[in-house]
């Protein structure tokens, strides 16, 4: 099971908003509308932002807003805010066999 | 409030074993599955297994297999994660995580614990 393919890195100043992308397969982001979002502060544990792919836990500001294309997931960060600056990780569903896989990860940089 | 809280920080030498405890407050353990997610130093997550609290069933990643053993302690609410034959690349931080189980799961993890560092060297 291979990891998700995520950007390495990507920032914007406050205000602004960004994307972060989430490659899988047709087995995995693709084949359920199960992808998850985390976001880990350095030293922290991760916390859920987005789950079936566009839904908020409670308490998740709605700046966060997630998407599915194909085999590609997608967070979106509106009006990027200093505290915005972390790692994010999506999760998918991928099947009985080999439940889950999450994705590389994206460091979020607020300029 | 629900809270996981897992056990202090280890060290171990190669080829030893350890067990990381993850203790649940809050909330019906038996009605949540249990999965144990790890972090290498500077590395991305990875999904290790799950536990099912309720009967006892797991379910392990393939990489895992034959050294991972998932158990669970209802009368203490706790849920353990033993890796054996231990090998510097298994120094990460180890997590446990939560997600809604019965008839439809919820594939995905609403509450983690704080993590537990494994340190591998000899």
């Known amino acids: 099971q291979s990891a998700l393919t995520q950007p390495r890195s990507v920032s914007g100043s406050p205000g602004q908003s960004v994307t972060i992308s989430c490659a899988g397969t047709?087995?995995?982001?693709?084949?359920?509308?199960?992808v998850s979002w985390y976001q880990q502060h350095p030293g922290k544990a991760p916390q859920p932002m987005i789950y079936?792919?566009?839904k908020r836990p409670s308490g998740v500001p709605d700046r966060f807003s997630g998407s599915k294309s194909g085999n590609t997931a997608s967070l979106t960060i509106s009006g990027l805010q200093a505290e915005d600056e972390a790692d994010y990780y999506c999760c998918s569903y991928a099947g009985t066999t080999y439940p889950y896989v999450f994705g590389t990860g994206t460091k979020v940089t607020v300029l | 409030q629900v809270q996981l809280v897992q056990s202090g920080a280890e060290v171990k030498k190669p080829g030893a074993s350890v067990k990381v405890s993850c203790k649940a407050s809050g909330y019906t353990l038996t009605t949540f599955l249990i999965h144990w997610v790890r972090q290498a130093p500077g590395q991305g997550l990875e999904w290790m297994g799950v536990?099912?609290?309720?009967?006892?069933?797991?379910k392990y990643a393939q990489k895992f297999q034959g050294r991972v053993t998932m158990t669970r302690d209802t009368s203490t609410n706790t849920v353990y994660m033993e890796l054996s034959s231990l090998r510097s690349e298994d120094t990460a931080v180890y997590y446990c995580?939560?997600?809604?189980?019965?008839?439809?799961?919820?594939?995905?993890?609403?509450?983690w614990g704080q993590g537990t560092l494994v340190t591998v060297s000899s």
């Open positions: 079936d792919v566009s």
């Open positions: 995580a939560r997600e809604k189980g019965g008839a439809a799961p919820a594939k995905n993890f609403d509450y």
């Open positions: 536990i099912n609290p309720g009967g006892g069933s797991t």
């Open positions: 047709s087995s995995d982001v693709g084949g359920y509308n199960y």
